[in-house]
Antibody, heavy 118, light 107 residues
Framework: QVQLQESGPGLVKASQTLSLLCTVSGGSISSAGYYWSWIRQHPGKGLEWIGYIYNSGSTQYNPSLKSRVSISVDTSKSQFSLKLTSVTAADTAVYYC??????????WGQGTLVTVSS | DIQMTQSPSSLSASVGDRVTITCRASQSISNYLNWYQQKPGKAPKLLIYDASSLQSGVPSTFSGSGSGTDFTLTVSSLQPEDFATYYCQQSYGIPFTFGPGTKVEIK
């Protein structure tokens, strides 16, 4: 059974870069047809899709974040990563990684809270 | 962007009740509509994909219907573990967007 686990700093200073890793276990990150995604949830709010990467390295991003976001994959480590540059308080959120098939998400990681401090 | 709305934003119900949540898209999304359940402090869990397909392991008390712009999630008999927030999500076009959620509370 595939499991995902986010890791990374829980506190990032404003204007710096947020970097998170998602480690995939119990299955291959190279499996055909699966996309590896990042989604965030602002405190007490709804869900926002950030972007995804396919194991070939092709990516798609939310246009609202596209200038600041990059997602990469390391198949040798069964990991994919998120980088978000020039963060502000508005980027404070719980960040989830998830596997997607046909653009629906299952399973999800447990989520990690990232707070942007001034 | 495709805007998703949900109604109601919250509801109170009793165990055993039949509950229906509505999701509406700002444009036609065919059947590219998914439903998730989220409990406090937990990640969302996929319930229904492609509008009406039940995810493996999800109780058959959950069902989804609709196409185009209007969709519904129905819980035929609410169980204690079903009290949660429910989100719809369109997978028709980038950016994939979620509804604002419907919180189901105990009456």
């Amino acid at each position: 059974q595939v499991q995902l686990q986010e890791s990374g700093p829980g506190l990032v200073k404003a204007s710096q870069t947020l970097s998170l890793l998602c480690t995939v276990s119990g299955g291959s990150i190279s499996s055909a047809g699966y996309y590896w995604s990042w989604i965030r949830q602002h405190p007490g709010k709804g869900l926002e899709w950030i972007g995804y990467i396919y194991n070939s390295g092709s990516t798609q991003y939310n246009p609202s974040l596209k200038s600041r976001v990059s997602i990469s994959v390391d198949t040798s480590k069964s990991q994919f990563s998120l980088k978000l540059t020039s963060v502000t308080a508005a980027d404070t959120a719980v960040y989830y990684c998830a596997r997607s098939l046909n653009k629906y998400y299952d399973p999800w990681g447990q989520g990690t809270l990232v707070t942007v401090s001034s | 962007d495709i805007q998703m709305t949900q109604s109601p934003s919250s509801l109170s119900a009793s165990v055993g009740d039949r509950v229906t949540i509505t999701c509406r898209a700002s444009q036609s999304i065919s059947n590219y509509l998914n439903w998730y359940q989220q409990k406090p402090g937990k990640a969302p869990k996929l319930l229904i994909y492609d509008a009406s397909s039940l995810q493996s392991g999800v109780p058959s008390t959950f069902s989804g219907s609709g196409s185009g712009t209007d969709f519904t999630l129905t819980v035929s008999s609410l169980q204690p573990e079903d009290f949660a927030t429910y989100y719809c999500q369109q997978s028709y076009g980038i950016p994939f967007t979620f509804g604002p959620g419907t919180k189901v509370e105990i009456k």
